[in-house]
Antibody, heavy 121, light 108 residues
Framework: QLQLQESGPGLVEPSETLSLTCTVSGGSISSSTYYWAWIRQPPGKGLEWIGSIYYSGSTYYNPSLKSRVTISVDMSKNQFSLKLSSVTAADTAVYYC?????????????WGQGTLVTVSS | DIQMTQSPSSLSASVGDRVTITCRASQSIGGYLNWYQHQPGKAPQVLIYSASSLQSGVPSRFSGSGSGTDFTLTISSLQPEDFATYYCQQSYSTPRLTFGGGTKVEIK
């Protein structure tokens, strides 16, 4: 059974860079069938897609966040990571990692449990 | 970019009620529409994929319909465990995804 687990600091200071890692177990991140995604939910708001990465390193970002987001993949560790720069209180959210298909299973079938990141000094 | 609009944003219903949530896309997305249930403190889970296919393990009281720009999620008989927030999500422009704003289903 595929499992995803987010990890990283729960508190980030304003203007700093938020960094999270998603560790994938029970399956290979180098599969050609899937993309690996980051999604977030600010308190009291809805779900927002941040971006997705393919094992080859190709990335796709939400235009509203593109200037501040970097997603990368580490196949040797079966992990992918999120960096969000110049954070403000508006970036406080529960961050989820998830998997979706490239040509089949085009939905987010597997999710991590989510991790709360608070931006505050 | 494809925008997804859900309605209503919230609703109150009783156990046993039939509940309908709608989702509209800003352009035709064929059948590339998925529905998720999100309960507080948990990860979202897919209920319906490709507009009308029931995810394995999801109760049959959930159903989805629609194509093009207009889609519907129906809960035929609301159960206590169904009180949650529901999101639609388009996968037409995969890997670029878009969610609807969500519909919170509350107890009347």
């Amino acid at each position: 059974q595929l499992q995803l687990q987010e990890s990283g600091p729960g508190l980030v200071e304003p203007s700093e860079t938020l960094s999270l890692t998603c560790t994938v177990s029970g399956g290979s991140i180098s599969s050609s069938t899937y993309y690996w995604a980051w999604i977030r939910q600010p308190p009291g708001k809805g779900l927002e897609w941040i971006g997705s990465i393919y094992y080859s390193g190709s990335t796709y970002y939400n235009p509203s966040l593109k200037s501040r987001v970097t997603i990368s993949v580490d196949m040797s560790k079966n992990q992918f990571s999120l960096k969000l720069s110049s954070v403000t209180a508006a970036d406080t959210a529960v961050y989820y990692c998830a998997r979706h298909g490239r040509a089949i299973q085009l939905w987010l079938a597997y999710w991590g449990q989510g991790t709360l990141v608070t931006v505050s000094s | 970019d494809i925008q997804m609009t859900q309605s209503p944003s919230s609703l109150s219903a009783s156990v046993g009620d039939r509940v309908t949530i709608t989702c509209r896309a800003s352009q035709s997305i064929g059948g590339y529409l998925n529905w998720y249930q999100h309960q507080p403190g948990k990860a979202p889970q897919v209920l319906i994929y490709s507009a009308s296919s029931l995810q394995s393990g999801v109760p049959s009281r959930f159903s989805g319909s629609g194509s093009g720009t207009d889609f519907t999620l129906t809960i035929s008989s609301l159960q206590p465990e169904d009180f949650a927030t529901y999101y639609c999500q388009q996968s037409y422009s995969t890997p670029r995804l878009t969610f609807g704003g969500g519909t919170k289903v509350e107890i009347k």
